[in-house]
């Protein structure tokens, strides 16, 4: 038997004056997102913004709906739009907030198992990483790709075994 041991690297920051300028931006932006969100059952508002590679940002944010679970996430939301809109556009990076009881969070909130596998799926389809800003008001955590939240996701490369 042979045991594995995965790791996972994580940038921690204090505060957003230690980002980039882009890095800043799309923070801001998800926030923005945020405070668009329509959440009122969970009161629970996530904002997130994408970077593509032809320097487009788009913006998305949680939509819930009354026969639950028939709402999406704010990760889900815009990689969708983003691949709808700019099916040839890759994401460079992506930025993620949260709010709730009208504040935004302390800690960064990390992305539910279905939008990691979403998100997977588009590193795999476009052969690039997505850095992923998630911001917090105490604490900012990057990673430098997606697959270090989903080891062994399923994708594409599964289906074509045969």
């Known amino acids: 038997m042979e045991t ?9 920051h204090s505060d957003l004056s230690e980002l980039t300028k882009t890095e800043t931006s799309l923070v801001d932006k998800a926030k923005e997102a945020a405070e668009k969100s329509y959440s009122p059952y969970s009161n629970f508002k996530v904002g997130a913004s994408v970077l593509l590679d032809n320097d487009e940002i788009i913006c998305g944010n949680n939509q819930e709906n009354s026969a639950y679970p028939s709402g999406l996430c704010a990760e889900r939301v815009v990689i969708f739009y983003a691949n709808a809109h700019f099916p040839d556009s890759h994401i460079v990076a992506m930025a993620v907030v949260a709010k709730s009881n009208n504040k935004f969070t302390s800690e960064p909130v990390y992305p539910c198992g279905s939008c990691r596998q979403v998100m997977n799926e588009t590193e ?3 052969k690039a990483p997505i850095k992923l800003i998630l911001a917090g008001d105490s604490k900012i955590h990057i990673l430098d790709n997606v697959s270090q939240l989903l080891p062994h996701g399923f994708d594409k490369r599964l289906l074509d075994k045969k």
């Open 4 to 12: 594995l041991k995965y790791s996972i690297i994580v940038h921690e």
């Open 124 to 126: 795999v389809r476009f």
